[in-house]
């Protein structure tokens, strides 16, 4: 895992030179993500580096990658897991290797396909290509979106990183918060791609690419795109289905085991942690295990006892890590690395079992995100799948001229008339501040996702799987695994496994109120009884530490806002002494919010004392 960086002028008749002392800034700013190494690659027009964290190839391999001429350089945050195969590709074609660093490969694959490389890329990946021949720079994230890269841009030149933080290393960079989006941010708790909160800066979307050029607006395009329609010939019955996805399951997995640094297990009692954890004991036996255990402050979502059980069963060694007391500490330290605001309390835990990792000198974390959001494991799926077979008979009751029976207030039909709803109203956002910030605020931006012809538990699993996990769950494990140089690795969210379970037919990932179906078949083999465990949360006391250890700096960030009136201030508070778990979500988003607002301020006047003080 690494960070990157740089700078490429698109008129320089307009901006100069690029600044090779700026990106070099940058880096230092980024070595948390690499600190076995960095370098940089320069051209007339632009300038690309990279800080590198070995995790597979020898901590030699220091960056720069080129290509044989020096015409082509390359760099890279991420891990490509077939590796092999495109390494043999490689050297097949005459191209000379001097390092084992799968970075290595892209000038080389650059020079063999170009941008259409990227489709043959298997991994999670945000890249840089820069090429002298014909003056161009490529810049590519993931098709999920799992390594991140903001873009900055000038009139005549654009600037780019793995990490928001990074770009401070420009003198002309005077962050400014996009109040504008305040409402967004409230509303999904974070804000999605490609917009953030600071003003000028943008995220690169998932499964995009950006060419600058000579353009001076240049506009990224999706080289990849979430499809319905199966890849491969689907089996003709959910039993079927459960035996491909055992098959691709293990190959998935051989794949994301491969390191030459330690490894452990993020482990709950669940179905899909557990998968994870018994696909790598049959490779591996004695990984850690790190179950995250409630500790002084029990909750009703403790799966710390099973998952310590199942980690002895799978001949794992069993690390438990308790929740800490030190979340007043952590929570500024966690907004800091953050980069944006993230209404997700579960980052307070997550970053706990990332610290641990590394206190226990591993490298690389198994973790089973995204499994909901690929198999349909929500209730909230379950809901859409039931009101898309009642659909049918909304609209003909609607058609029939018998409204009456839509309008009734029983719970039955009030049931029956939100089938006739359009999807969004599945996301409609909660909390007082956001309806009083924005009362217009319509639903959720899923409409994109929501194409012709598509389900309802489709859309939203689009949307979930194309801007909620990158820009929340991905996110968290992202900055907060770098933040302790840990690489999360997330077997769930390999394209090969998302697009194949995309294809399948509703009923078999959802059914009544029975989630991740296929999952839950194709894992029951292997678990037994595990596998039927419903979902409980990862146990995180927001409620607890919003009425304790974080109670008094909630009320001395929120004091600070100007964005949030008296009035505002006032009513969210009484809403949590009245509903405190109810409310404890808004009152924490809202905390980060303040938290990452001083931040960025803190950044514009700091750079300015500094500067001041050098003069």
């Known amino acids: 895992m690494c960070g990157i960086a740089g700078e490429w002028i698109m008129r320089p008749s307009m901006a100069g030179p690029p600044d090779m002392r700026a990106v070099l800034g940058a880096l230092s700013r980024l070595r948390h993500r690499g600190p076995d190494g960095e370098g940089m690659y320069a ?47 490689v050297l097949a074609r005459g191209h000379i290797l001097t390092t084992d660093a799968d970075s290595e490969l892209l000038p080389h694959l650059y020079e063999e396909w170009g941008s259409a490389m990227l489709p043959r890329l298997t991994g999670m990946f945000a ?10 720079l490529l810049l590519a994230r993931d098709r999920l979106g799992l390594k991140p890269l903001y873009v900055w841009q000038t009139p005549g030149r654009i600037r780019f990183a793995s990490e928001l933080k990074a770009f401070a290393a420009w003198p002309d960079f005077e962050p400014e918060v996009d109040e504008s989006l305040i409402p967004r941010y409230l509303f999904h708790r974070f804000v999605p791609a490609p917009r953030t909160l600071v003003r000028g800066v943008s995220k690169l979307p998932a499964g995009h690419r950006l060419m600058p050029q000579d353009s001076l607006h240049p506009r990224s395009e999706a080289w990849w795109t979430l499809s319905e329609s199966p890849l491969q010939l689907l089996p003709d019955s959910l039993e079927g289905a459960a035996e491909m996805l055992r098959a691709q399951w293990t190959a998935v997995m051989h794949d994301h085991l491969a390191a030459d640094r330690r490894m452990g297990v993020l482990l709950s009692g669940g179905v899909d942690s557990a998968w994870v ?22 909750t009703a979502e403790d799966e710390s006892g099973a998952a310590a059980q199942l980690a002895d069963q799978l001949g794992l060694l069993s690390i438990p890590v308790p929740v800490r007391a030190d979340v007043e500490r952590r929570i500024v330290a966690v907004a800091e690395a953050l980069d944006e605001p993230l209404g997700d309390p579960t980052v307070l835990t997550f970053d706990m079992v990332a610290e641990a990792a ?54 039955g039909l009030r049931r029956l008339k939100s089938a006739l709803h ?4 599945h996301y409609g956002g909660v ?61 769930y969210l390999d394209h090969r496994i998302v697009e194949w379970a995309f294809s399948l037919p509703d009923p078999w990932l959802v059914s009544g109120r029975s989630g991740k179906r296929v999952l839950r078949m194709a894992a029951s083999d292997a678990l037994g009884p595990v596998a039927a465990r419903p979902k409980l949360g990862f146990p995180t006391p927001l409620t607890e530490w919003l009425q304790g250890p974080l109670h008094e700096l909630a009320h001395d960030v929120l004091d600070a806002q100007d964005w949030l009136s008296a009035a505002d201030r006032a009513r969210l508070w009484q809403t949590f002494a009245l509903h405190p778990r109810a409310a404890a979500r808004e009152l924490y988003a809202s905390v980060m919010l303040g938290l990452f607002i001083h931040g960025v301020e803190s950044m514009r006047t700091g750079r300015g004392r500094q500067e001041r003080a050098e003069g």
Request: aromatic content about 6%; glycine content about 10%.
């Open 127 to 136: 890249l840089a290509v820069l090429d002298r021949r014909t003056g161009s």
């Open 358 to 411: 590394r206190e226990l000198g591993l490298t690389v974390l198994l973790a089973g995100e995204g499994a909901d959001e690929v198999f349909g494991g929500y209730p909230s799926y379950g809901e859409a799948a039931w009101l898309e077979r009642l659909r049918p008979l909304a609209v003909a009751l609607r058609k029939a001229r018998l409204r009456r029976l839509l309008d009734a207030d029983w719970p």
């Open 277 to 298: 954890a018994w696909a790598a004991a049959q490779e591996t036996r004695g990984l850690p295990a790190l179950t995250l255990a409630p500790g002084a402050s029990r």
């Open 422 to 425: 359009p999807v969004e109203s």
């Open 431 to 491: 909390g007082v501040l956001r309806r009083a910030l924005d009362t217009d605020m319509p639903g959720a931006s899923i409409m994109p996702w929501a194409a012709s012809g598509r389900t309802r538990l489709k859309s939203m699993l689009a949307f979930d799987l194309t801007c909620y996990l990158p820009d929340d769950v991905l996110t968290k494990c992202d900055r907060l695994g770098m933040r302790h140089q840990i690489e999360v690795r997330v077997p």
């Open 43 to 89: 051209a007339h027009r632009g300038v690309i580096g990279m800080t590198r964290l070995a995790v597979r190839g020898s901590v030699e391999a220091v960056p720069p990658y080129g290509s044989e001429d020096g015409h082509i350089g390359a760099v890279m945050n991420g891990e490509l897991y077939n590796y092999e195969e495109l390494r043999a590709f």
